[in-house]
């Protein structure tokens, strides 16, 4: 038989004899199976399907990635140019690096925060006892270091706080005023503070403060009968020749002659600033706990004895009422409660301080001429500031809401009041506005309004309040800001005179501050009582510079007399300056604002109690 068959379609049909085994056959079919139960990956494919002149050819190798399969070659290469790629570039970084190059300034700062860092200067020249080393004031030493102890009636030390103006007279009245403002600035401008460098700064000049009220009475008792009032003397009987700081003329460093110390036993009005001091410092310092509970302490002695002991601390005619005279005790009450409220969160200050007849004492709703303007001796705008902060951000409700009310409404007044189309003060003609009706010393209230009006126009900015109405008509926020600027602006040279008010701020400033340590040079020689004259009366400039010491100012006819001897044109307080600090930052950068959750730290949260039921019906 022929090996070919016949093919059915038309050709020879090959029967190959197969030489494998039965066993065998069975074996690769097992093997097929095995192999078709599993999906190959593509280099098992690819032998696959492999031709027969790729048999002899060298196998490519792999590198299995996880998400990818790629040649090892080519990873290798790929790898390869990445590293080079990064040592280049390193390279050239580092050859960036080590050129020099001129890097661009940051832009300098605007004059609002020149001038703050020299008010808070004056601070430093204005302290007494022993200077820390960081002082910064070259002219200045340790001086009247025996203060209180050299009284028989005292005997403990009263060395520190800080000399009140040109003479060696400390007086706790203007300057727990002078400690509470710079407080309040700092709780509401903190992040301010601290982006120009001044935070820690302003609170060693606050603690240096609070620190000396403490020595003032007996902080750590539950009640007291007495406060400190002044030490030294400012007695100016005509004809005396006994010496005290102000008949002699030398730099504290050199005072030899006796200082006297003054106390009160019922002075409401001086106690209940104290405590306000004191009160505000606590919340400056609450990350400091035992020294903000120790501040608490002593706040509430002493408003315990303002409340309990009534009285003027300058009646009877003492030094205390030539100087700073106060004309009632009642707008303390009011400014004093609300920070006692705002330092313990005890709503017992708040009912006080929101009081109905209390208000009125203070003056809250006659107006008068000099209604609406805050100073050392009347805290009552001051106060309903601080209280429609209060009623924006928490909102207390009944039984507080009232009040709260009148007193945002008395603010938004006072507000108006400032504006140059309303006639409630007068203005010079190179735009000061006269919050003092032309009387000398008139920088000192216009700081203060300058202080209020920008706090309350960040106030309205962060309840979302675009502005406030005097009676129809609606002015923004930044009619107030605009005030406060102008007026700033004023006391920094922008005047008829050309002249900077604040010394060391700008080319032309007062050269003759009325101040016995600037006016005195620092040469190893002592200067007694009338050796000091000569420099009093010299028309020479003085020696040393007393940064940052804004003067009294201008006359109503924006006249400045550069004269020495002449204390209503050329001195400087604490609490002038205290106010110019206030208003510098608070106007100073942009954005920030105010700190709307620091003040309220020690406020527990508010739940506004219900109002009384109505009467019962009565057909």
Known sequence: MSMYGRDPWGGPLEICHDSATDDDRSRNLDLDRGALSRTLDETQQSWLLAGPGDQGRKKKKYV?????????????????????AAVFAGVVAGIAKAIPRRHRPPPPPDDYTVALHKALMFFNAQRSGKLPKHNNVPWRGNSCMKDGLSDPAVRRS??????????????????????????WSVIEYSAKYEAVGELGHVRDIIKWGADYFLKTFNSTADSIDRVVVQVGSAATSPGSTQPNDHYCWMRPEDIDYPRPVVECHACSDLAAEMAAALAAASIVFKDNKAYSRKLVH????????????RGRYSAGGSDAAKLYNSTSYWDEFVWGSSWMYLATGNSSYLTLATHPKLAKHAGAFWGGPDYGVFSWDN????????????RLFLSPGYPYEEMLRAFHNQTSIIMCSYLP?????????????????G???????????????SVFSDYLEAADTPGW???????SIEVLRSFARTQIEYILGKNPLKMSY???????????????????????????CKGGWKWRDTKKPNPNIIVGAMVAGPDRHDGFKDVRKNHNYTEATLAGNAGLVAALVALSGEGHGVDKNMMFSAVPPMFPSPPPPPAPWKP
């Open 64 to 84: 299995d990635i996880g998400c990818l399969v790629v040649s090892r070659k080519f990873f290798v290469w790929t790898l390869g140019v990445l590293l080079a």
């Open 158 to 183: 009263l060395v520190g706080g800080y000399y009140d103006a040109g003479a060696a007279v400390k007086l706790n009245f203007p300057a727990a005023f002078s400690m509470t403002l710079l407080s």
């Open 298 to 309: 002593g706040a509430a002695t002493l408003f315990q004895f303002a409340r309990d002991r």
């Open 379 to 390: 805290k009552l705008t001051g106060a309903q500031v601080l209280l429609s902060r209060l």
């Open 421 to 437: 189309i309303f006639k409630s003060f007068n203005r010079t003609k190179g735009g000061l506005i006269q919050l003092n009706h």
């Open 439 to 453: 009387k000398p010393q008139p920088l000192q209230y216009v700081v203060n309004a300058a202080f209020l009006a």
């Open 469 to 475: 109405y005097c009676g129809p008509h609606f002015y």
């Open 502 to 528: 604040v010394v060391g701020f700008g080319k032309h400033y007062p050269k003759h501050v009325h101040h016995r340590g600037a006016s005195i040079p620092k040469n190893g020689v002592h200067y007694g």
